[in-house]
């Protein structure tokens, strides 16, 4: 324990190499396997983004962790870079599939193909290296939800605890749409939680692309009020009550929004309960208490009166690796906090409610 703490990541990434595509696609999907410059068939799997963004990320990830940038992110640089932080657990995300699963227009079943394909070199040939440390979040197929409960099977099949979704509208459908019920009871009934993991410069509709065109603008918007809209879907549609044994986390976007946003939905659901009865029971703020969990960012300087408002039992942690707006100290920084939270608060922060939260034993 480099800092005093066991340390669970809960969201960390790998980097997909682009030949595992062709590599893991059923051969009646190959012809879609993305280029090394990930185009599919000549276009590009993200909107919005330009080369010189393309080209400072490039450079801030080689400049954070250049062993594990020459060594292609592969599994063992990944192990190396989580005992330099401090991490003994790390969940893992993907970075290409966030755009790759998030192209509205793409036919249903290839995306399908790519959710596959992606799930299956995470199991076989990264989390395999490693299996006690690297812990895969599986990919589900939003645009298709009759095929959604079968890769669910077979991710838990893998021994797999977690499965992640986009925030957004996909094909119109949001996350409380009635085409996803028998997902959230299969989530329920295996025991599966689910990560909501937002990413910007995607092809689905995001707050913010409709109108901005830096990242700087749409990176602001996207994380943040997407992860609003997502809880406020899976409490207005019905989903939280309907399986109160459901764990759902929101990542990647701090924790600051939600006292607000709690505070906002209680207000509403006071003026307002009579017109969604049917679907909603109890407070807002109560279905989160009760069920979800949201990433917290160090460096957020309101996290004693967070702490304050909604507790300290629904709050994790997670590094980002190796993206560009990671930070390499932040485990550290993390662990600072003990100074300004409790020991005790931290504990529960990179520990306890991950380990709750995931279902590990």
Not at 24 to 37: G, I, Q, R, W
Not at 237 to 252: D, I, K, Q
Request: charged share 20%; glycine share 6%.
């Amino acid at each position: 324990m480099l800092y005093g703490y066991k340390i669970i990541d809960a969201d960390a990434h790998v980097i997909e190499p682009p030949q595992m595509w062709a590599k893991y696609l059923a051969p009646e999907f190959k012809h879609f396997a993305p280029s090394p410059d990930m185009k599919i068939q000549g276009e590009d799997i993200a909107e919005k983004i330009s080369q010189q963004m393309r080209e400072e990320g490039n450079r801030q990830m080689m400049q954070a962790h250049p062993h594990a940038y020459f060594h292609r992110y592969d599994a063992e640089s990944h192990l190396q870079a989580m005992v330099q932080m401090g991490i003994d657990i790390a969940f893992l995300y993907p970075t290409y599939g966030l755009w790759l699963f998030a192209i509205d227009s793409m036919p249903a079943e290839v995306v399908g193909a790519f959710t596959r394909a992606y799930n299956t070199w995470l199991y076989e040939e990264f989390c395999s290296y490693a299996p006690d440390k690297l812990k895969g979040v599986g990919a589900i197929n939003l645009h298709a939800p009759e095929q959604m409960v079968s890769e669910l099977h077979r991710i838990a099949d893998f021994g797999w605890k977690s499965v992640f979704l986009r925030p957004n509208p996909v094909k119109g459908r949001l996350l409380s749409d009635s085409a996803y019920e028998p997902f959230w009871t299969a989530c329920e009934e295996l025991d599966i939680a689910v990560g909501i993991h937002e990413g910007t410069h995607s092809r689905l509709p995001t707050t913010g692309a409709d109108r901005f065109h830096t990242r700087f603008a749409m990176h602001a918007c996207s994380h943040p009020i997407e992860q609003m809209m997502a809880l406020l879907a899976l409490i207005e549609g019905g989903v939280l009550e309907r399986h109160p044994h459901l764990r759902v986390a929101f990542l990647e976007s701090g924790c600051g929004w939600l006292p607000y946003w709690l505070w906002r939905l209680d207000e509403e659901y006071q003026n307002l309960s009579w017109e969604v009865k049917n679907h909603v029971s109890i407070k807002p703020s109560e279905y989160f208490h009760r069920q979800c969990f949201v990433a917290i960012e160090p460096a957020e300087p309101y996290l004693s009166q967070v702490i304050e408002y909604i507790g300290s039992d629904n709050l994790i942690f997670g590094s980002d690796y190796p993206h560009m707006d990671h930070q390499p100290d932040i485990v550290k920084k993390v662990v600072e906090l003990e100074a300004q939270l409790s020991p005790e608060t931290v504990q529960k922060i990179v520990w306890d409610n991950p380990r709750c939260f995931y279902g590990l034993a």
